[in-house]
């Protein structure tokens, strides 16, 4: 394996950044596919020669790795095709249609075989085994572990959370593997009728696997919260540039794990000339799409840094919001001097998920205690609740 990836590396060290990702990706799969795939076959031997329903369950186990393994490669084939008239934003969501529509098939195929369990306990079968049984588990438990050490090693060079999730996936492989083995050694030498048990606990912890992996397709396709790691990154890229006063709103949408698009709002001086403000703006854009592979859109809000009237409002807003001990903090500060000569304060409020005051109870109260301040003035306040990361605003 070793000296696969080492011959592998050098293959292809001249491929771009995206066509390394997809190569690594296709290999990871490919290993999955073959070595799952060779595990099912013996298995399945050795489990009908046995009569041990554990052994065959567990090689129903690997088959749905071997799924695992084909929708991989999927996924990084689809990965590298462009986006097309019908389909803009890319095809990547695809994999977890597949991904889904397997994870059924394996539920149903948990099912079957907690009903073959069931009837092995309540009428256990015969189960033979001998010296080559064992040793077929135990180079299936080696193979096993060279996927582990394979899938972190690729996972490792690409940064790919799929290839991680996969090798612990394989992980738990090994465990299962390990108690087929133990029950095998144990009803040779006692006698103790512990295959069907042992089958039911593999295909219980079968139908646990498709249930999450269920949910995690289903979340995918509705349009999950970005990792952390993925928040961490932009706002890190972000804080570096010392030209822009301080950022927010940062919405995230992912349509795989290589198609992410991204908006956020950029403050800048508001006596800066609007050529300087999108040369500014356009290089954020610019890094972000050839440091992150990320499509980011930036939104301009200027800030009047030196106006002391807007100063003095602000600080009342500031005021009548913390006075609440609520979490909420402010941006999008402005202030519109309205024909009657009274004065219009927009800005937005960003809520902590925790607060259960409604939206329309915080601008009654927030328009009541700044008039109470300032007079004749009218809140205009938008409330965000979905918004990523911390915001790093000047206001």
């Given at each position: 394996m070793f000296l696969l990836m080492h011959w592998f590396k050098r293959k292809i060290k001249n491929q771009t950044a995206l066509q390394r990702r997809t190569s690594y990706g296709i290999l990871a799969g490919c290993i999955g596919l073959g070595s799952n795939l060779i595990l099912f076959v013996i298995k399945v031997i050795i489990?009908?020669?046995?009569?041990?329903?554990?052994?065959?369950?567990?090689?129903v186990n690997n088959l749905s790795d071997t799924f695992s393994s084909g929708l991989?490669?999927?996924?990084?084939?689809?990965?590298?095709?462009?986006?097309?008239?019908?389909?803009?934003?890319g095809h990547e969501r695809s994999e977890s249609i597949a991904g889904f529509?397997?994870?059924?098939?394996?539920?149903?195929?948990?099912?079957?075989?907690?009903?073959?369990?069931?009837?092995?306990?309540?009428?256990?079968?015969?189960?033979?085994?001998?010296?080559?049984?064992?040793?077929?588990?135990?180079?299936?438990?080696?193979?096993?572990?060279?996927?582990?050490?394979?899938?972190?090693q690729i996972a490792k060079e690409i940064e790919s959370e799929t290839l991680l999730a996969t090798a612990k996936d394989s992980l738990n492989d090994?465990?299962?593997?390990?108690?087929?083995?133990?029950?095998?050694v144990i009803q040779a030498q006692t006698g103790w009728q512990l295959d069907g048990w042992v089958g039911l606990g593999v295909a219980i912890y079968i139908l646990f696997s498709a249930v999450s992996l269920i949910r995690t397709f289903i979340s995918e396709l509705l349009g999950h919260q970005p990792s952390k790691q993925l928040v961490e990154?932009?706002?890190?890229?972000?804080?570096?540039?010392?030209?822009?006063?301080?950022?927010?709103?940062?919405?995230?949408?992912?349509?795989?794990?290589?198609?992410?698009f991204a908006s956020v709002h950029i403050e800048l001086d508001s006596s800066w000339s609007l050529d300087r403000a999108h040369q500014v703006t356009d290089r954020i854009e610019h890094d972000f799409w050839h440091q992150l592979r990320i499509h980011l859109v930036c939104h301009l809000d200027p800030i009047d840094i030196n106006n002391r009237k807007y100063a003095k409002i602000y600080e009342a807003v500031?005021?009548?919001?913390?006075?609440?001990?609520?979490?909420?903090?402010?941006?999008?500060?402005?202030?519109?001097?309205?024909?009657?000569?009274?004065?219009?304060?927009?800005?937005?409020v960003v809520v902590p998920e925790e607060i259960t005051t409604s939206d329309d109870e915080l601008l009654v109260s927030i328009n009541h205690d700044l008039r109470q301040i300032l007079g004749d003035v009218t809140a205009e306040v938008t409330f965000d609740h979905h918004y990523m990361g911390d915001d790093h605003t000047l206001i």
């Open positions: 489990g009908l020669i046995s009569g041990s329903i554990s052994i065959i369950t567990d090689a991989a490669i999927i996924g990084f084939k689809m990965a590298g095709k462009k986006p097309d008239h019908d389909h803009p934003y529509l397997i994870s059924i098939v394996i539920t149903f195929v948990g099912l079957q075989f907690v009903k073959s369990s069931l009837s092995q306990i309540i009428a256990p079968n015969v189960v033979h085994m001998s010296w080559p049984i064992y040793v077929v588990l135990v180079i299936s438990i080696g193979l096993k572990l060279a996927q582990v050490i394979v899938y972190h090994i465990y299962t593997t390990i108690a087929v083995l133990f029950s095998a990154n932009m706002t890190h890229q972000l804080v570096n540039y010392d030209d822009i006063l301080g950022y927010h709103d940062l919405l995230i949408h992912q349509y795989g794990p290589n198609t992410i500031q005021a009548v919001v913390k006075h609440y001990d609520l979490g909420l903090t402010t941006h999008d500060f402005h202030v519109e001097e309205l024909a009657n000569e009274d004065e219009l304060i927009q800005f937005d």
